[in-house]
């Protein structure tokens, strides 16, 4: 095989060396029954050029070789990935490079890592941020367990407007602690804020929202925070890092920790990962913090440097009481949201939230224009994503579209119940032409008349 | 070629007006913002991201890059990591357009690719471990252990049986322990035997009628196959216990042998690990976990099934742990761990296991009777040995580590696992040359020497490097993680 190295000679001189005249002889210590010398059922070996026949054939099959155009978002959006950016995480001695447990010869990990948390502080206005998470919806899972070490109570509430991915995600992180997760109802993407009332208690460690909410919607977080903050519980956003380049962060209106996906910020789609969690805190809370993070320290000639620090609450030091299971970053993401953020800059990251809205809206009001059966579900303001009703079942309208290489958002249907049948989630980016939204009005327009 | 040394920050570049990015005019009716959104909601003030242009930033993390080591430029040998060479083919086929640019909800005609490579990947790792379903949701291995210790606790509630410990050797990697209290299990930590293997009259006084299960690596972390792995197996199952494998170290037993023969019930895998994904400085990795059919329905959603030539989602497993992932898991890791089995084929995965054993058999003998060799006997694909003779002289383990970077080689993973004194564990992979493995031996044999000759050189190594040995108390005490923060 050409990724090993050893010959026929050079295994002879190990044999030698170890004083055995087989392979066998160095595994006296298993089990001779164990040793199975039956055929594992596996294809190959392929030749590269076989592996390529193969695989493309297979990426053929998939939407993006379709010329498919997408209007899905729901947590995943196609947004523009400067070509620099791969050049970067391509490069050998960030690709193939390990953990950077050995500081001197990892500050080019180091220092990104960094830049990177600099950059999250930066964008969310929060004090601290952590090397980055597997993604939003862990992220999210972990800011509630670090709010339940924080206050030691027994109830979290969550917003029935998060991502239903991510709710099930927390509870899935939450199911074997005794801590209860209630969900705050809501209706057409409205919260109930008189059941948050009733809910929200002494017992609650926090409260988690999610802006713009999984509907595409900015909901009044000032109002949420202040009762959250009445009972003494902790604020909890998961955010669109892209939409806080025009909108206030959460941290504005008291929130504590604020986590996110960050696959918008020079993440491909990917087919849903590897993505990227962005994870950051008050000050106050660095101790409680999850996952690894990046200090600038001096080295004894003074130079400037980077360490991983606060390892004393990692899992290889404190073990079953480490502040979290998590022995890796996403590193690599990290580094190209990194990147993203510096190309894109303070008049960037402005530009292309303008876009997002600018386009959102002007989609938005055509398809709400086709006729007066198809409106937005709720007159909450949005940025890049709203939900749309309309007269016929949502499923079978992306059936339809799909067919002739359009998919106009994401069923409403599939994450909640059959009253949503007839809502679909549309997500507009900055990447999406007016020529491409035009095909997405009239796709609509036909399928809705076909229907009927 | 000289290699520029500055320390500057991305930031430190930032120029009003430079930019790094460009977007087409915008071609549909600006909207005025402060008619769609409240006052109070919009930003007061810009994020001060810096200002740079395309090809500073180039420039700037191409000279970052060059601050690091890689396996691409040279020789990781560190225990239970396996830092293999990653191949190219993988990173090519992961970058196909419709892997890279499909949305994660396309519709199911739209991503049959897709689905059609998780499920095949899902069932190679199932004969490779010899268990009938496998997940690959999870990101990373330690996500896979908590998958793995949910299942358990899922598994004992269905049978509405209360068992809430899970044993676990105080060899084994810190996540395990981690994963297993996360999970809301009490831990109860077994010591090693002299021979460094599990310790079975240990074993027997830890299992109790709370036994969930116990959880091991195998090969365990000083390189040793556990030889009483059968009676391990039948005194945990004779009590109704669970066994889960930790997979990091299943380079040592590709393609001859299989946990499921060996009594576990549950195994995680490393995708960065065997089968070549790169670490990526720390990742994304990825941790797939597979099970034995009485455990499979409390596998997370969603699963991917096949009917006839359609691959589909399954989400109605009503026993399911729930989802662990936004989406489906790290899916063009899942690509690159796929074409590297085709690549190697069965043929290819008994080659790999056996070259890694001999390369650490190898290390091993050459290198005894220059450090302590803790436990003297044959190893699996790793060994550790014990820098206890070089303490003596007042060099520590930690120094020989920063040596080996004067000697153009990553150190080894040190001071773990915890039950040896001032370990060094030492993992080369089956995909090390004998050249390199002979120079790197030579490089140990000179540092053993130097600490008995000359012990200043190695206690303030590195010398060669840009930089020297870091303050690390500093940087917990004045806690600087934000440059921002720095600058008011």
Redesign the interface.
Known sequence: ?K????TSR??E???K??GVSS?DE??????KE????K????????S?IE??R?????????????K?L?F?G???Y?H?V?A?IE??I???????????Y????????L??I??Y???I???TGL???N??M?????ALAEAA?MASRIKKRNKILIAGTV?P??V??V???L????IEVLTIPQKNGILDIDVFKELIDENVNACVFQYPDFFGS?QD??EYCEIASSKGALKIFSVDPIA??????PA?FGADIITG?GQPMGI????????LGFFACRREY?RQMPG??????????G?????L????R?????????T??????????A?AAC?Y????????????A??C???S??AAKSLCSINSEIELINDK??FKEFALSLPVSARDV??RM?ISGI?PG?ALSSFFDKSYENMLLVAVT?KR??EE?SSLVSGLDKTIKQLY | MSEKNS?K???EY?REG????S??Q??????D?EK???E?????K???????S?PE??RH??N??????????GF?P?GS?T?????K?N???SS????????????E??????L??MYELSD?LS??SGMDAVTLQP?????G??CG??II?AYFKDKGEKRDEIIIPDSA???N?????????K?RTVKSSEKGELDIDELEKAITPATAALMITNPNTLG??E?G??KISSMLHKNGSLLYMDGANLNAML????PG??GFDIVHFNLHKSF?T????????AGPVGVKKELSDFL?VPRIVRKGNHFHFDWEQKKS?????????????M?RAY?Y?????????R??S??A???A??LK??LKNYYELPYD??CMHEFVLSGSKQKKKGVKTLDI??RL?DYGF??PTIY?PLIVNEALMIEPT?????ETLDEFIEAMIKIAEESETEPEIVK?A?HS????????V???K?????????KQ
């Open positions: 095989m990724y090993i190295p050893n050079d295994k001189k190990i044999y060396k170890l392979f160095l595994l006296e210590d298993i089990p164990l040793i199975s010398d055929r594992i059922d596996i294809p190959g070996p392929l590269e592996i390529e193969k695989l493309e054939s297979l990426s053929a099959q998939n939407a993006p070789e379709k498919i997408s899905a729901a947590g995943a196609d523009y400067p620099h050049t970067i391509s490069r050998s001695e960030f690709l193939t490079a390990y953990t950077p050995q500081p001197e010869i990892s500050q080019g990990t220092q990104t960094y830049e948390q600099s950059l502080c930066e964008l004090d601290v941020s090397a980055s597997y993604d939003g919806a862990s367990l991502n991915s991510y099930k995600v509870k899935t992180y199911q074997g602690l005794e900015i977080i000032d806080l380049g025009i909108l206030e962060s504005a996906e491909p789609l990917s087919f849903g990962g590897p993505y660095v690894r993070v990046v200090g600038a320290t001096t080295d004894k000639e130079r400037h440097g980077f360490v620090t606060l390892q004393t990692e899992q290889h030091i404190r073990r079953e009481k480490a979290s299971n998590i022995c890796s970053n996403q590193a690599l993401t580094l990147v953020l510096v190309s894109l800059g303070k008049e960037g990251i402005r530009e292309v303008l876009q809205l600018s386009k809206h002007y303001p949005f992306i059936e799909s998919i994401v900055e032409s007016r939204i | 320390s920050l991305i930031f930032s430079k930019k790094g990015y977007l087409p915008l071609d549909v009716p600006e909207v913002i769609v959104v409240p109070r909601l919009l930003r007061k810009p994020a001060q991201l810096p200002e740079v395309e930033i180039i993390f191409i970052l890059s060059r601050k690091n080591y890689s396996v691409d430029t990781y560190l990591c830092m293999k060479y990653n191949p083919i990173e090519k086929m196909l357009k419709g892997f890279k640019e499909l949305h994660p909800f396309a519709l005609e739209n991503c049959q690719g897709a059609q490579i190679m004969k490779i990101s990373a291995g330690a996500q252990e908590l210790t949910m606790r990697h810190g996540t322990p981690a994963s297993a209290a996360l999970a809301g299990m831990v040793f196959f030889s792995i059968q393609g001859f042998l299989k023969d060996m070549s790169p670490h990526g400085c720390g990742g994304p990795g997370p742990i729930g989802r662990l992932h936004s989406f489906y898991g790290n899916f063009l890791v690509v074409v089995l085709l690549s190697v084929g069965e043929k290819g995965l080659e790999i056996e070259n054993i001999l390369n058999n190898y003998e050459s006997r044959k580590a920063k970077m990553h150190p773990f089956e995909t090390e040359s004998i303030n590195p490097l840009s930089i020297s040995r870091l303050d690390e500093k940087a917990a004045q806690l600087d993680l934000n440059y921002y923060a720095r």
